[in-house]
């Protein structure tokens, strides 16, 4: 072996890791699951259209959420309440087409799931069926632990969402931290042991003190995704529109900012007024003959 070659250990590091592994495939539930066994963090973004998931998938993002934070990000919606089944299964499947690598995870909306356990089987298969997602994600703990079973019966993997549940803003009055105080940190590990106990593949974790996020990390053998959970979780999801900067207003504590593509996209969209308004577009080379 000569100094330039890869050792065997590199081989095999590349050979699993989530970013620079496998690329014939889609990443599964497996390959997650071993990453939380060698202690690899990983990252996932949402996605609602074909050519953002595209742009993800090429830098590597292992899984993707088609998250029905869609109503706030590109439905005008106020929260997500609003968002349907049909809006779901439009949006998954545009990012399945995007995608060849990437886990596609989907959200189960308001009122898809809430029901009754067959009615989130129901709507389950669907995303399943028609938009080709690799898993669903459903929020609630303990109060949706049957139907997390009965999806994971059925060969669905499932992601569940614990803490702040954004559907659930009316009965919140607003999208405050959980977890704080004795009582609300026993009921949120009660909640993690209950979801992996039902089945479910890794957990989210939304707005919960860092220190219970880390908890229920060492206490999990299912990877927890964190949304504002601290640095120790196995994983850290973001909206895309945070994290690049294109959501107008204030942005959560919880979000980093990569860039500022909203300046980018308007400083872009006001030198084209510029250059039709002056006669400089369309040019010759823009010009068929």
Request: glycine share 12%.
């Given at each position: 072996m000569n100094a330039s070659s890869p050792s065997p250990a590199q081989n095999q590091a590349t050979t699993t890791s989530l970013y620079g592994g496998v690329t014939n495939r889609?990443?599964?539930?497996?390959?997650?699951a071993a990453a939380k066994q060698r202690g690899e963090k990983w990252s996932m973004l949402t996605a609602y259209d074909a050519l953002t998931a595209g742009v993800f998938d090429e830098a590597g993002t292992p899984v993707l959420l088609v998250g029905d934070s869609a109503g706030n990000c590109h439905l005008g919606y106020e929260t997500t309440v609003p968002v349907t089944m049909d809006q779901?299964?439009?949006?998954?499947?545009?990012?399945?087409?995007?995608?060849?690598?990437?886990?596609?995870?989907?959200?189960?909306?308001?009122?898809?799931?809430?029901?009754?356990?067959?009615?989130?089987?129901?709507?389950?298969?669907r995303l399943m069926k028609e938009a080709g997602v690799g898993a669903v994600k459903l929020e609630g703990g303990e109060r949706s632990a049957r139907s997390i079973e009965l999806l994971v019966e059925a060969g669905i993997p499932v992601m569940a969402h614990i803490g702040l549940t954004p559907q659930s803003v009316h009965a919140?009055?607003?999208?405050?931290?959980?977890?704080?105080?004795?009582?609300?940190?026993?009921q949120l590990l009660r909640d993690a042991k209950a979801v992996q106990q039902s089945g479910a593949f890794a957990v989210v974790l939304e707005a919960v003190p860092a220190e219970l996020a880390a908890q229920v990390t060492e206490q999990l053998m299912i990877p927890t995704v964190g949304i504002g959970g601290g640095p120790d979780t196995d994983a850290q999801v973001l909206v895309w529109t945070d994290m690049a900067g294109m959501t107008a207003g204030r942005v959560p504590k919880f979000v980093k900012q990569y860039a500022d593509l909203r300046a980018v996209l308007?400083?872009?969209?006001?030198?084209?007024?510029?250059?039709?308004?002056?006669?400089a577009f369309p040019a010759e080379e823009h010009s068929f003959h």
């Open positions: 889609r990443v599964t539930v497996r390959d997650l779901m299964v439009m949006l998954s499947a545009a990012v399945v087409r995007g995608t060849k690598r990437a886990m596609i995870v989907a959200d189960l909306p308001f009122g898809s799931y809430q029901e009754s356990p067959a009615q989130a089987m129901h709507n389950a298969a919140y009055g607003g999208y405050p931290v959980q977890g704080r105080g004795d009582e609300a940190a026993h308007g400083d872009a969209a006001r030198a084209f007024a510029e250059d039709v308004r002056g006669g």
